[in-house]
């Protein structure tokens, strides 16, 4: 089960792009980068995910460089309602696996 | 598509008492998780069911507990509460073990 550190937190303003860095050092072959965003007292909401390169949809971008040991979410031009805790996620399908959350990263948008 | 859904959104328990608490998976999704929240910490792992089947457990008493229907929809039971029992209750539900998809949850308050 690949162990994932992220900041505890980051600040950032209005109109600016975040980028959230992740580290999974011992990542599977087989093992998938998902990125979650939870709100206070909400569950956690699907964001974005994927294995290599580079994914993108309407809300963010995930950048996964060739050795996989770690993936940045980047979030574009950020509004103060993408304050939010924000959780990168590894694993595979298969087995007895375990989606199982580290701490998270603590984003706060100022005005 | 609807999501997953949790009743009740909130539950006041006093300590002894039990507490069910209720989960709907997507359509079409065999396996829910469970997963506890304390108020500013991350999601623990509870329970993970799938085609009826307890698959696993975290590291919880056994007076944790829970099923799954053959409609796939599940319950968690937490008997003889207690203070630190309070939390915010998340249910997942998933096709694959690595998109989780989450419930708004359940707050739990033990007074």
């Known amino acids: 089960l690949a162990k994932t550190t992220q900041p505890i937190s980051m600040d950032s303003y209005e109109g600016q792009e975040v980028n959230i860095t992740c580290s999974h050092n011992?990542?599977?072959?087989?093992?998938?980068i998902t990125w979650y965003q939870q709100f206070p007292s909400q569950g956690p909401r699907f964001i974005i995910q994927?294995?290599?390169t580079k994914v993108t949809n309407e809300v963010a971008s995930l950048f996964i460089p060739a050795d996989r040991k770690s993936s940045t979410l980047s979030l574009p031009r950020v509004s103060l309602s993408d304050t939010a805790v924000y959780y990168c996620l590894v694993g595979s399908s298969g087995g007895s696996y375990i989606p199982t959350f580290g701490r998270g990263t603590s984003l706060i948008v100022h005005p | 598509e609807a999501g997953v859904t949790q009743s009740p959104t909130h539950l006041i328990k006093t300590r002894g008492q039990q507490a069910t608490l209720r989960c709907s998976p997507i359509s079409g999704h065999t396996s829910v998780y469970w997963y506890q929240q304390a108020l500013g910490l991350g999601l623990q792992f509870l329970l993970w069911?799938?085609?009826?089947?307890?698959?696993n457990r975290g590291n919880f008493p056994p007076r944790f507990s829970g099923r799954q229907f053959p409609n796939y929809s599940s319950e968690l039971n937490v008997n003889a509460l207690e203070l630190e029992d309070s939390a915010l209750y998340l249910c997942?539900?998933?096709?694959?073990?690595?998109?989780?998809?989450f419930g708004p949850g359940t707050r739990l308050l033990v007074l």
């Open positions: 994927g294995y290599k």
């Open positions: 011992n990542i599977a072959t087989n093992d998938y």
């Open positions: 997942a539900s998933s096709l694959d073990p690595w998109v989780p998809y």
């Open positions: 069911y799938d085609e009826g089947e307890e698959r």
